[in-house]
């Protein structure tokens, strides 16, 4: 079985799952060019928990986590399976690792997860299990754990790291949609360090890279990037998606690491 690539996607707002513009187009575009897998695994921001918890029930929830939104956006489902199986297999490679983690057979799969799925995988046919960050989390855990759970790539699973490449909530609520420069120079700094592979600049990113603490005033976004980064068996070649910047402060840019993959993007849904 061939070892498939891992996947960082900046996931933006809720309303990217109803208003996908290029972002959009360029992860359903990815989802057709990769082989497809036989289970998809996903670490979100938006689950964070004490230790490392697993998503085990059959039939996943589709969780809207967010409120002051449009009302087509709650109605949005994402029908996929989960695999108890797998599961159970991602806390078996953790615990050599000395990462304790436990199955919750209750939790569905929140927007993190189901929105730049439904882009990818719109038909939901590809079983999804999500893991948990545990609150204490650093740039060296998300490392640690992305390494961890490396070998599930060799076993037909997407791992994809879903996050932001810049995520200032403030600025956002602000609601100006001039695109600010303090976004695209830490996007442009963070998209050098990973396309020459250098994992040292990408998990120092938050101490070095320009604007580092206006682009992310909390880690917890920018965590899933060194997640799919230490889950890559060799992170180059990569694939930059630049889906441009969303709402002034919000970089849609997403990487496909130890793959160079030509992407055909049929159609741009403008927002």
């Known amino acids: 079985m061939t070892t498939l690539p891992t996947v960082f996607v900046?996931?933006?707002?809720?309303?990217?799952?109803?208003?996908?513009?290029?972002?959009?187009?360029?992860?359903?575009?990815?989802?057709?060019?990769?082989?497809?897998?036989?289970?998809?695994?996903v670490v979100s921001p938006h689950w964070m928990?004490?230790?490392?918890?697993?998503?085990?029930?059959?039939?996943?929830d589709t969780?809207?986590?967010?409120?002051?939104?449009?009302?087509?956006?709650?109605?949005?489902?994402?029908?996929?399976?989960?695999?108890?199986?797998l599961a159970a297999r991602v806390k078996q490679v953790l615990s050599p690792r000395g990462i304790t983690a436990s199955?919750?057979?209750?939790?569905?799969?929140?927007?993190?997860?189901?929105?730049?799925?439904?882009?990818?995988?719109?038909?939901?046919?590809?079983?999804?299990?999500?893991?948990?960050?545990?609150?204490?989390?650093?740039e060296a855990k998300a490392l640690a754990l992305g390494?961890?759970?490396?070998?599930?790539?060799?076993?037909?699973?997407?791992?994809?790291?879903?996050?932001?490449?810049?995520?200032?909530?403030?600025?956002?609520?602000?609601?100006d949609a001039h695109e600010a420069g303090y976004a695209r120079e830490f996007s442009l700094w963070v998209r050098d360090a990973v396309v020459h592979g250098d994992m040292h600049r990408i998990a120092q990113a938050l101490r070095d890279a320009p604007h580092a603490a206006r682009a992310h005033p909390t880690t917890e976004h920018f965590l899933p990037l060194l997640v799919a980064a230490g889950a890559a068996g060799a992170p180059t070649p990569t694939t930059v998606l630049d889906g441009g910047i969303r709402h002034g402060v919000l970089a849609m840019e997403s990487y496909v690491f130890g793959q160079r993959v030509t992407l055909q993007v049929e159609e741009v849904a403008h927002a």
């Open 147 to 175: 390494r961890a759970l490396a070998p599930l790539a060799a076993e037909g699973v997407l791992i994809v790291g879903s996050g932001s490449l810049t995520h200032n909530l403030y600025e956002f609520r602000m609601g």
């Open 63 to 85: 969780v809207h986590d967010f409120g002051g939104f449009p009302r087509a956006l709650y109605a949005i489902q994402y029908p996929v399976a989960g695999s108890p199986q």
């Open 103 to 138: 199955l919750d057979t209750r939790r569905g799969l929140d927007h993190g997860a189901w929105v730049p799925l439904l882009h990818m995988y719109p038909d939901a046919d590809v079983p999804v299990v999500q893991v948990s960050i545990p609150f204490d989390t650093d």
């Open 10 to 41: 900046s996931h933006g707002a809720p309303t990217f799952a109803n208003e996908p513009g290029l972002a959009g187009a360029q992860l359903r575009a990815l989802g057709q060019a990769l082989d497809k897998p036989q289970a998809i695994l």
């Open 49 to 60: 928990t004490r230790s490392v918890e697993i998503t085990a029930t059959a039939q996943p």
